[in-house]
C-alpha cells in the first residue's frame, strides 16, 4: 500500500510541484532571513533568477557551521510564538543544533512518517514498539506521532532497559519495532539467551531501522536474529527528522520524499553537482519547512541517488543507503576508509561477531589503525592458534578489500560496550 498518491505521480508532475515549492521557499528565505539576504548580495542574486529546478545550484549552501553560528534561533523564520516544538541533536563539541517546527511543519513531519510505517507493511492493527530514544532527538517523538497518524497502537519504550524491553515486546505481542540497528542487534544478543526457539515467544513481521550508517552485513544479521522484513529510514533533525526517505520491501534503496525535500549530489571537495549515479555529499533544500527553511544543506552523508522505477509502482528517486559521513571518512596513510566498510568484512567472518571499535592513532609520523573485535560465543578463547589465525584472516581480508594494514584485538563476548541508541564505532586519537 501507498499513503499518498503523490508517492506514485508522474514525474514531471512532481517536478513541477518542486519548482514552485522551490521558489516559494527561496521567497520566503529572502525576505525573512538576514542570513540569507546577505549570501543572496554576495552572489548578487534575487528569487527571480529561480526559474528552472536546476537553478538550485545557483543557490548558497547552508552548514551545520552556520546553524550553530545562529544558536539557538536566529535562522527560524517566524516569531517564537508559531513554533510548538524544539528539537536538538547532540552537539559533540561545542554548542548543539537547534531546531524548530510549527503546526504545518509538525503536519508534514507526521505525514511523511506515515508514508514510512506504510511502506514497512504497518497499518491500525499493528503495534508499534517504539526503542528510539525520546526527547530532544528526533527518534522517539517523530516514530511516535507518525504511529499515531496511521492509528497504530504505540509502545513508546524509548532505550535503554533491554531486559524491560523484550518483556514489553513479547507481552504486548509487538508487531513492528523500530530502533537503531545496533539496539535492535544488542536486543536479540539478550532474546538469544533464552534459548534456539526465543523467536517464537515473539511476533514481530518488520523492523524500521537507521538513524546510524549500517553494512549490508549488520542488516542481514539483524534481520536473520529477528526474521523480520528490514527497512531503513533515513533523515537528519535540521531537515525534519527521520522520514526524509524509506526503504520498501523490493530493494534496499530509499524512496525520497521530494514533495517534501530537494535533493543533490555534489563532490564534497569542489561542491559541483557529480555525474548522474554516483556516490558524494548529499544536499538537501526544504520544500515545505516554515520555521527553519533550509537552502542546500550539506549533510556530510555520502550517497549516491537513481531515478531507475521501483516494483511498488512509487515514483519518487531513491538513494542509496548512506556509505558513511564525509566527516567520518578515515585518512590512514593517504588511503580513504569508511568504518562501513570495515564492518563489512568484520559482518563477513563467522568467527567475530559485530561488536567492534575502531582506533586510528600515530605511531611517530604513521598513521595506525586498530580494530577491537569480539570473537563470537562458540570461540574458545583459551585457544591461542585458534586466535592468531582468525586475527590473520580478518588481517588479509581488510588488507585485500581496503588496501590498508591494520592490527587486530580480539576480545571475548560481552566485552565491547553496547549502545542503547546510536553506536559510537570510531575513536580517532589524531584528533
Ligand atoms: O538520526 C534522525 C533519525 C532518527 C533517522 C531515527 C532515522 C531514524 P540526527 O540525530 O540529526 O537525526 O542525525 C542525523 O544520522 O546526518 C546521518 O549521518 C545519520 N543517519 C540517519 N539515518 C541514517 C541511515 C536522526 N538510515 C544523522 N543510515 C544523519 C545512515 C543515518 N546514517
Request: hydrophobic fraction near 40%.
Amino acid at each position: 500500500m501507498i499513503w499518498n498518491k503523490i508517492e506514485s505521480a508522474r514525474r514531471e508532475d512532481i517536478e513541477a510541484l518542486q519548482l514552485k515549492r522551490l521558489q516559494e521557499t527561496v521567497t520566503r528565505v529572502y525576505s525573512l532571513t538576514p542570513f540569507y539576504q546577505d549570501k543572496f548580495k554576495e552572489l548578487d542574486l534575487t528569487p527571480n533568477d529561480i526559474k528552472t529546478l536546476d537553478d538550485v545550484k545557483k543557490l548558497p549552501f547552508t552548514t551545520k557551521k552556520d546553524l550553530r553560528a545562529h544558536y539557538p534561533f536566529g535562522l527560524f523564520t517566524v516569531p517564537m510564538s508559531e513554533v510548538v516544538r524544539i528539537h536538538s541533536s547532540s552537539g559533540t563539541t561545542g554548542k548543539p543544533t537547534v531546531v524548530g517546527y510549527t503546526q504545518a511543519d509538525m503536519d508534514v513531519w507526521d505525514e511523511v512518517m506515515a508514508r514510512v510505517y506504510t511502506m514497512a507493511g504497518a497499518n491500525s492493527d499493528d503495534i508499534v514498539h517504539n526503542g528510539y530514544g525520546y526527547g530532544l532527538f528526533t527518534g522517539g517523538l517523530g516514530f511516535h506521532n507518525g504511529a499515531a497518524k496511521i492509528g497504530a497502537t504505540i509502545v513508546p519504550a524509548s532505550g535503554g532497559m533491554t531486559d524491560r524491553q523484550l518483556m514489553l515486546m513479547r507481552d504486548f505481542k509487538a508487531t513492528i519495532l523500530a530502533a537503531t540497528p545496533t539496539f535492535a542487534l544488542h536486543m536479540a544478543e539478550v532474546a538469544k539467551k533464552d534459548g534456539v526457539d526465543y523467536l517464537e515467544k515473539y511476533k514481530l513481521k518488520a523492523g524500521i531501522f537507521g538513524a546510524e550508517p549500517t553494512s549490508a552485513g549488520l542488516k542481514a544479521e539483524v534481520k536473520k536474529a529477528w526474521a523480520i522484513d528490514y527497512h531503513e529510514v533515513y533523515g537528519l533533525s535540521e531537515i525534519i527528522g527521520p522520514g526524509v526517505s524509506c526503504s520498501c520491501k523490493h530493494s534496499d534503496l530509499l524512496h525520497v520524499f521530494e514533495d517534501h525535500f530537494l535533493f543533490e549530489i555534489i563532490d564534497p571537495k569542489t561542491g559541483k553537482e557529480v555525474e548522474d549515479g554516483q556516490r558524494g555529499e548529499l544536499v538537501i533544500t526544504t520544500l515545505t519547512k516554515q520555521a527553519l527553511p533550509l537552502l542546500r544543506y550539506r549533510t556530510g552523508d555520502i550517497t549516491s541517488i537513481t531515478k531507475e522505477p521501483c516494483e511498488c509502482g512509487r515514483t519518487m528517486l531513491r538513494m542509496e543507503s548512506i556509505v558513511g559521513r564525509a566527516d567520518d571518512m578515515l585518512i590512514i596513510s593517504g588511503v580513504n576508509v569508511y568504518p562501513s566498510q570495515i564492518e563489512h568484512v568484520i559482518a563477513n567472518s563467522s568467527d567475530v561477531s559485530l561488536n567492534y571499535l575502531i582506533i586510528a592513532d600515530k605511531k611517530g609520523h604513521l598513521d595506525k589503525l586498530e580494530i577491537q573485535v569480539e570473537v563470537e560465543e562458540d570461540i574458545d578463547f583459551e585457544n591461542k592458534e585458534l586466535l592468531e589465525k582468525i586475527k590473520k584472516e580478518l588481517q588479509h581480508s581488510i588488507s585485500n578489500n581496503l588496501y590498508i594494514n591494520v592490527a587486530i584485538t580480539l576480545e571475548p563476548p560481552h566485552k565491547i560496550e553496547r549502545s542503547m541508541g546510536k553506536a559510537v564505532r570510531i575513536i580517532d586519537k589524531r584528533k
